[in-house]
């Protein structure tokens, strides 16, 4: 009975000891950020371009650092298809991994989303219900990232394949109020890999895992 107790008790130790040698490698909790290159640090990570109030006024879209790095935000701007460009706030910063929200109306988007914008721009892209497209280019107006829906342009550079349709299960949810966002990785919660294109997003048809999902203000998805 005394040597059938030692070894069970032998080999805890043994991968005691193990595990004191690697635990100080090992990463627990979420992994950081991947690192970017300078043209992918930011993404827009959502956009609200048809919304419940009138005239769209509590239309949004929400960008996100996805590096390792704090991004300055001086002289970046959105535009729209038609080439309307909004600049973002001067002096203004993004930490790693934070999201902030860009708002048409503050006073609408409070209203719709239950929370105050991080930053309410003093003109704004004219997003069409119909379809369009939503530009971040970087103070050399290079372009950084590019959302097309609906029926916007999808032969511009920057963008592969079709639109990001929101997504509709048959008529069971609706276009108006409907917010356009990207997938997460179920293993981190960041946003997955930009790859320019409508599998980006979670509306898409073909990922029933990650995919076919709608979102709508004052849903909190991050969450689950």
């Known amino acids: 009975m005394f040597r059938r107790l030692i070894w069970p ?8 000891v193990i595990l004191s040698q690697w635990l100080p490698y ?12 300078l043209a992918n640090r930011v993404l827009i990570d959502a956009v609200l371009y ?19 790095e704090i991004v300055a935000n001086s002289g970046y701007t959105l535009e729209d298809g038609e080439s309307r460009s909004t600049a973002l706030p001067p002096d203004s910063w993004l930490q790693p991994g934070q999201l902030f929200w860009l708002a048409k109306d503050g006073t609408a988007f409070y209203r719709q989303f239950g929370f105050t914008a991080d930053f309410v721009l003093n003109s704004w892209p004219k997003l069409a219900n119909s379809g369009d497209e939503v530009v971040l280019r970087d103070k050399q107006a290079v372009e950084i990232d590019r959302l097309v829906y609906g029926n916007g342009d999808t032969q511009e550079d920057g963008w592969v ?3 990001v349709q929101p997504y509709g299960a048959g008529g069971l949810f ?5 917010i356009l966002y990207r997938k997460r990785d179920q293993a981190t919660g960041h946003p997955v890999q930009d790859t320019n294109n409508a599998e980006d997003w979670a509306q898409s048809l073909k990922d029933p895992l990650n ?8 849903w909190d998805l991050d969450e689950f």
């Open 9 to 16: 008790w032998g080999a805890t130790l043994v991968v005691l």
């Open 26 to 37: 090992l990463h627990v909790g979420q992994p950081p950020l991947a690192a970017a290159t």
């Open 50 to 68: 048809d919304g419940y109030d009138y005239g769209d006024a509590d239309e949004a879209i929400a960008l996100r650092n996805v590096s390792a």
């Open 161 to 163: 394949g079709p639109a």
């Open 174 to 178: 609706g276009r108006e109020g409907q």
């Open 211 to 218: 995919g076919r999902r709608p979102r709508y203000p004052a």
